[in-house]
């Protein structure tokens, strides 16, 4: 990575202060560039999901894992919690995504409160083993029904099916033939194995699961530096974890390096990430601690208000390129965490020196995030999204303190307790943005002339623009 003028600016920067110089390129289709990490992590795309309570939950972490990412699950859930989710991600298809099923005799109003749950809108209906599919139901096939009515009666019983292991390009054959959007995937003896979309097939034949040594998706865990950290990082890893985060607010403190090294000492046999930091040095103390990956990012989140209670942080692509630079004398990596709000800033992290882009509340707003589905007054959808360093996470992380620490703790709070974050119309589900977001990392690389996330930043050349140059940057679908 170098500037226009071979000077690195004086001032720090964000994504928005700066901008990629096209290069001359022989890269001439974007599916010839590879998005995979080299961290240890196993992403095949280079996009982790912070360990947010709002965002990080097992069916993000299954559908991330299948197209090629990593999430990383709360440090808040219990080990048995923990456990459990961990558990059902090592279990779920590395091609069929896992559908809400229900039984024949179940309400109306049961597949009503369920549908919302999958990005797809379908619900599998089982018959009375539990075990072969029986039909498909649809929100349409719900619409001004009685609620009370069984789903045997608007189930739709010719549904598309195919044995779990047909290609995926027979199956957006299947289905654009039939004019379907769903096909239900069955094992060798009819049992429910799964279900894929015409455009679940088509990102089959794109993406490439983040896998472990077994063949099963991957998934991480986080811990705190309070209580036995390292005994849960052990409990974590036993129960399946493929990296530990190792994740506080400061992460340039006496008791983080001291948790970091006993966690290191206790050779788990994963990578082990840590932070959070924004400098050089800062960098290097986790790394000699006994970080693998440093986690870069002081409030840019956009839950976060540390900054503003604070003055307390720096700007992201900075911290980003420097801390990037300083993991890289002791080949470590660095994963850039907050600030990601559109497709640029992930491709801009990479050419700053990150491994991978951690992004939270941007992922919040979609059917796999754990919240529940709510509508506005207007009638849009949205889920509620919070800042882990928020009142509203501290009571939860502080539940079994006395009252009174609860509510002296309360009265610190560097983050958004509530917030809506809305569905987009056009990108609704994790998967529709995950495509938007690679799209775009794989066009930064056509233009900078990269086949690879390294190449990436080795042949990235930046310049800094103003806001009015950002500005003019942005679409006008509506003209000016």
Request: aromatic residues 4%; proline residues 5%; glycine residues 10%.
């Amino acid at each position: 990575m170098r500037f226009l003028d071979d000077h690195f600016p004086s001032q720090d920067l964000t994504y928005d202060d700066v901008f990629l110089v096209p290069g001359r390129t022989d890269v001439t289709s974007r599916f010839d560039v590879d998005l995979s990490s080299a961290d240890g992590s196993g992403t095949t795309i280079p996009l982790v999901v912070a360990n947010m309570t709002a965002v990080a939950g097992r069916r993000m972490a299954e559908t991330v894992a299948r197209r090629g990412g990593l999430v990383v699950l709360p440090q808040d859930l219990p080990i048995t919690a923990a456990a459990e989710m961990i558990a059902f991600v090592k279990g779920r298809h590395l091609v069929a995504d896992t559908p809400v099923v229900l039984g024949g005799e179940a309400a109306v109003s049961d597949a009503v409160a369920l549908l919302p749950k999958r990005a797809h809108g379908a619900l599998v209906v089982l018959d009375s083993d539990a075990a072969t599919p029986i039909g498909v139901v649809t929100e349409a096939a719900c619409a001004d029904v009685d609620r009370f009515a069984r789903l045997t009666e608007v189930l739709d019983p010719d549904f598309v099916s195919a044995p779990v292991g047909t290609p995926a390009r027979e199956l957006f054959e299947l289905l654009d033939g039939t004019h379907a959007d769903l096909a239900v995937l069955t094992e060798a003896d009819g049992s429910l194995a799964g279900v894929l979309t015409r455009v679940g097939a088509v990102r089959a034949g794109i993406y490439q699961p983040n896998l472990d040594a077994n063949g099963r998706l991957r998934v991480a865990a986080a811990v705190g530096v309070n209580g036995d950290a390292r005994g849960k990082a052990i409990a974590l890893v036993q129960a399946g974890a493929d990296l530990i985060v190792v994740d506080t607010a400061h992460g340039h403190q006496e008791k983080m390096l001291a948790v970091l090294e006993q966690i290191a000492d206790a050779n788990l046999g994963v990578p082990i990430c840590a932070g959070n930091v924004v400098s050089a040095q800062g960098t290097r103390d986790l790394i000699s601690a006994g970080a693998d990956i440093v986690k870069v990012g002081v409030g840019p989140g956009a839950m976060c208000t540390t900054r503003m209670m604070t003055g307390v942080g720096r700007p992201q692509f900075s911290a980003v390129a420097e801390c990037a630079a300083a993991a890289k004398e002791s080949n470590a990596h660095v994963w850039a965490d907050g600030g990601v709000r559109h497709p640029r800033d992930v491709a801009l992290a990479v050419a700053a020196g990150a491994s991978n882009a951690m992004v939270g509340s941007w992922f919040a707003g979609t059917y796999e995030s754990p919240g529940d589905l709510k509508w506005d007054r207007a009638g849009k959808p949205y889920k509620e999204s919070f800042g882990m360093a928020s009142k509203r996470a501290v009571a939860a992380r502080t539940a079994t303190d006395s009252s009174f620490d609860r509510a002296r703790k309360a009265l610190f709070e560097e983050g958004i307790s509530s917030s809506r974050i809305a569905l987009d119309p056009e990108r609704p589900g994790v998967e529709d943005l995950i495509d938007h977001i690679c799209s775009g990392v794989r066009s930064t690389a056509t233009y900078v002339g990269a086949r690879s996330l390294e190449e990436l930043h080795d042949k990235a050349i930046l310049g800094v623009q103003s806001a009015a140059g950002f500005a003019e940057g942005r679409p006008l679908p509506t003209g000016w």
